[in-house]
């Protein structure tokens, strides 16, 4: 095989540095736009101020408490609020990264129709056409995971107005299993909230409580209190499929595939009395479930074994029944979601309408079904009138007919347009766009995000 030649030669080399080089000061030009001062500045602002305000922002449909600091009107950095029982003054990635995605170049501007840019008028004649004199009984509107009271309270004047239309909410990522389960060991729907500050063992069998989540940063600082306040360490066993932040903080770990995690759990629960019968498993997870239930029997209501969400419910409440058994710092609590329909039904019920056509308007608030759903996309072309509603252009709002701006989470906008006043609160689902996509039946309309996006 003859030797490897560089193609590229030093002096074409150096042509290529001197190239970059340019274009990097090219790109640092003057932009190509008039830059204005701020006209009518509010009363008490002092330029170069620095503001905090304390507000909140929501992962999975659940609110977290933040610190926004403010400069000259424009947040530029989220900080914990230490009151907070979610946040404890501490952040994650996720908090972190809802900066970004306010200044997000490629955030929607403007409503998108099925002819492109759209107008709001057309919009406004085409569910008059469907909703004028009707029940809503072909309107469903689709959400995310929503607890909050103010958006829960225009969803029930929307039906009020519309008695017959449906609110369905759908969570990528749910507690449908664990939920099922907790019915079955207590007969009913409760939600498993683990002290780790007062563990002194803690078993996680495909279980991940160190890390992505609604409730990673007060799980963590528990965990992590509890370790420093206690002469001897918590020790962490993890049997996982793959690693995860708990598993990298273990003192023990071992691999298992996620078919075999109710059988570690039966062995668990046979050293505590339950007949479970036998389990093959591989060396090292055996070894490991001994050296944990030898541990678990001697740290009585110090000792926690946490499933993970995606076990089967059998295994959940087999779980529940562990944790009894070892009287496990745990506390069961009604779920804070106020729908009881397992979101895997709400989705699967949802698409058996759309494609039987009985769904004529569909409107998407949050969330990213076509990409997250299987067959989402194919039922949702047989809806006649199809409205997303985000901050971003994704695979829903790419099927939709109708694409609607919503105000971000940390937003608060105030302008008038058309000879109108359109307020924009605190959108963090878009209940501004829900008030702009109906409230025009009203004698006197308020927009939202969608009209003030749109301009003068």
């Known amino acids: ?83 907070h029982p979610a946040s404890l003054g501490a952040t994650d990635v996720f908090a972190e990264q809802a900066i970004l995605d306010l200044y997000d170049p490629q955030r929607l501007r403007a409503p998108v129709g099925p002819d492109g840019l759209g107008d709001l008028d057309a919009l406004r004649l085409a569910l008059d056409r469907r909703l004028d004199r009707s029940d809503g009984r072909g309107l469903r509107l689709l959400t995310e995971r929503v607890t909050s009271p103010t958006f829960l ?184 979601d106020p729908d009881p329909t397992p979101h895997g039904e709400a989705i699967a019920g949802l698409m058996t309408e759309m494609t039987s056509g009985a769904v004529d308007t569909l409107m998407v608030m949050g969330g990213n079904p076509a990409y997250h759903v299987p067959g989402f996309a194919g039922a949702l072309a047989r809806v006649p009138l199809s409205i997303s509603c985000g901050t971003l252009a994704d695979e829903t709002s790419a099927r939709c007919r109708w694409t609607l701006p919503v105000s971000h989470e940390l937003e608060s906008v105030a302008r008038r347009a058309r000879g109108r006043r359109y307020r924009v609160g605190r959108a963090a689902a878009g209940p501004s766009a829900l008030r702009h996509a109906f409230a025009h039946r009203a004698a006197r309309p308020t927009c939202g995000a969608a009209c003030a996006a749109v301009g003068p």
């Open 153 to 336: 309270a225009r969803v029930a004047e929307l039906k009020r107005r519309f008695p017959a239309m449906r609110h369905v909410r759908y969570e990528a990522i749910d507690d449908d299993r664990a939920l099922a389960g907790s019915a079955l060991a207590h007969g009913r729907r409760l939600a498993m909230r683990p002290r780790l500050a007062d563990v002194d063992v803690i078993v996680a069998l495909d279980a991940d409580p160190l890390g992505p989540g609604p409730e990673q940063v007060a799980l963590a600082r528990a965990w992590s209190e509890g370790r420093r306040a206690r002469d001897r360490r918590t020790m962490l066993f993890v049997l996982e499929p793959s690693m995860t932040a708990t598993g990298v903080m273990a003192d023990r770990r071992a691999a298992l595939h996620p078919a075999m995690i109710g059988d570690a759990l039966r062995v668990l629960a046979g050293g505590l009395g339950a007949e479970a019968g036998d389990a093959r498993l591989p060396a090292s997870a055996a070894a490991l479930l001994r050296t944990a239930s030898a541990r678990l029997k001697r740290a009585q209501g110090r000792a926690v074994l946490l499933v993970g969400r995606d076990q089967p419910a059998e295994v959940h409440a087999l779980a529940a029944w562990v944790n009894a058994r070892l009287a496990a710092p745990v506390d069961w609590i009604a779920p804070v």
């Open 1 to 83: 095989m003859p030797p490897l030649r560089a193609t590229l030669d030093r002096r074409d080399a150096l042509r290529l540095i001197a190239a970059g080089a340019v274009a990097s000061l090219a790109s640092c030009q003057r932009p190509k736009e008039r830059l204005v001062p701020q006209a009518n500045q509010p009363d008490g602002e002092v330029p170069g101020n620095v503001r905090l305000y304390s507000t909140a922002i929501t992962l999975s449909g659940y609110a977290r408490g933040v610190t926004g600091r403010v400069v000259d009107g424009r947040p530029i950095k989220l900080e914990g609020l230490a009151t």
